[in-house]
C-alpha cells in the first residue's frame, strides 16, 4: 500500500477517539503530508443525501485532504446507535471485511497518512469477522491510543496497552482526552500514564463543550511519524 496507516482506539467508548483524530489530521496537513481518515463500521447513522451517514465518519471526511468519497471513509453505516455487531445484525448486514480493506487501498493509494478509527474500546468487536486486531495487523501494526481522562484511566489505558501488544500490533504514541472537566489531579494521572505506557504522549486536549467550534490543535513532534 502507498501510505503509512495507523489505527486510532481509545480507552472506551464515547472518550474522544474522533476528536483526536481529527486534531491529529489537521496537524499532518500543516506538516505537507496528505492525510485522510476512515470509519470503517460505524453505527449510528442518519439518512442523508440518499445514504446513511455517521457524525464522526463526516468530521473525519471533512478533515481529510484529499477530500474522498464518504463510501470510502465509512464503507459499513449502521443506523442504530449500539454495538456495531448488534447493528448489523438489527438492519440485517453481513459485513464483508473484504470491502472495508478495499475502501482503505483507495485512500491509501490518494494520501501520505491514512488514520483509521475503530468503534468503542480494543476488545469491541467491528463485526463478526473483524477484531480491531485483526483491522491493525492488516494496517501494519500501528496503534494509536486515546485516553480519556477520568476515574480509571490507568487501569484501562495499562490493560488497552498490553492487549494491543498481546494481539501482535504495536503502540506508536497514545493521546490523552479532558473528557471530565472536573477529574482531580490530572496532571499526576499524566505523569502515571507517562511511565506506563512508554510511548510517546502526542497531546492532551483540553475538554471541549458540546457544540464548541472547530478543531482543537495539536502539534506532535515531527521525528515521531518518522519513527513509525
Known amino acids: 500500500?502507498?501510505?503509512?496507516?495507523?489505527?486510532?482506539?481509545?480507552?472506551?467508548?464515547?472518550?474522544?477517539?474522533?476528536?483526536?483524530?481529527?486534531?491529529?489530521?489537521?496537524?499532518?496537513?500543516?506538516?505537507?503530508?496528505?492525510?485522510?481518515?476512515?470509519?470503517p463500521v460505524a453505527s449510528g447513522c442518519d439518512w442523508l443525501d440518499g445514504?446513511?451517514?455517521?457524525?464522526?465518519?463526516?468530521?473525519?471526511?471533512?478533515?481529510?485532504v484529499p477530500r474522498p468519497v464518504y463510501a470510502d471513509v465509512n464503507p459499513v453505516a449502521l443506523p442504530e446507535p449500539t454495538a456495531p455487531t448488534l447493528a448489523a445484525r438489527a438492519a440485517g448486514v453481513?459485513?464483508?471485511v473484504a470491502t472495508v480493506y478495499a475502501a482503505h487501498a483507495r485512500?491509501?493509494?490518494?494520501?501520505?497518512?491514512?488514520?483509521?478509527?475503530?468503534?468503542?474500546?480494543?476488545?469491541?468487536?467491528?463485526?463478526?469477522?473483524l477484531e480491531h486486531a485483526d483491522l491493525a495487523r492488516h494496517l501494519g501494526g500501528a496503534v494509536v491510543l486515546v485516553v480519556g481522562l477520568r476515574l480509571g484511566c490507568?487501569?484501562?489505558?495499562?490493560?488497552?496497552?498490553?492487549?494491543?501488544?498481546?494481539?501482535?500490533?504495536?503502540?506508536?504514541g497514545w493521546?490523552?482526552?479532558?473528557i471530565d472537566p472536573e477529574f482531580a489531579r490530572?496532571?499526576?494521572?499524566?505523569?502515571?500514564?507517562?511511565?506506563a505506557l512508554c510511548e510517546p504522549c502526542l497531546a492532551v486536549l483540553p475538554?471541549?463543550?458540546?457544540?464548541?467550534p472547530g478543531p482543537t490543535r495539536i502539534d506532535p513532534d515531527p521525528a515521531w511519524l518518522a519513527s513509525v
Open 1 to 39: 500500500m502507498s501510505a503509512r496507516s495507523l489505527l486510532v482506539t481509545g480507552t472506551d467508548t464515547g472518550i474522544g477517539k474522533t476528536h483526536a483524530t481529527v486534531a491529529l489530521l489537521h496537524a499532518l496537513r500543516r506538516g505537507g503530508l496528505r492525510a485522510v481518515g476512515m470509519k
Open 51 to 64: 445514504g446513511w451517514r455517521n457524525g464522526d465518519a463526516l468530521a473525519l471526511q471533512d478533515a481529510s
Open 94 to 96: 453481513h459485513v464483508d
Open 107 to 129: 485512500l491509501a493509494a490518494t494520501a501520505d497518512i491514512v488514520l483509521v478509527e475503530g468503534a468503542g474500546g480494543w476488545a469491541a468487536p467491528l463485526a463478526t469477522t
Open 154 to 172: 490507568l487501569s484501562h489505558a495499562r490493560l488497552t496497552a498490553r492487549a494491543i501488544e498481546a494481539d501482535g500490533c504495536r503502540l506508536v
Open 175 to 178: 493521546i490523552g482526552n479532558r
Open 186 to 195: 490530572v496532571d499526576e494521572y499524566l505523569d502515571l500514564l507517562a511511565d
Open 207 to 212: 475538554h471541549i463543550a458540546a457544540g464548541a
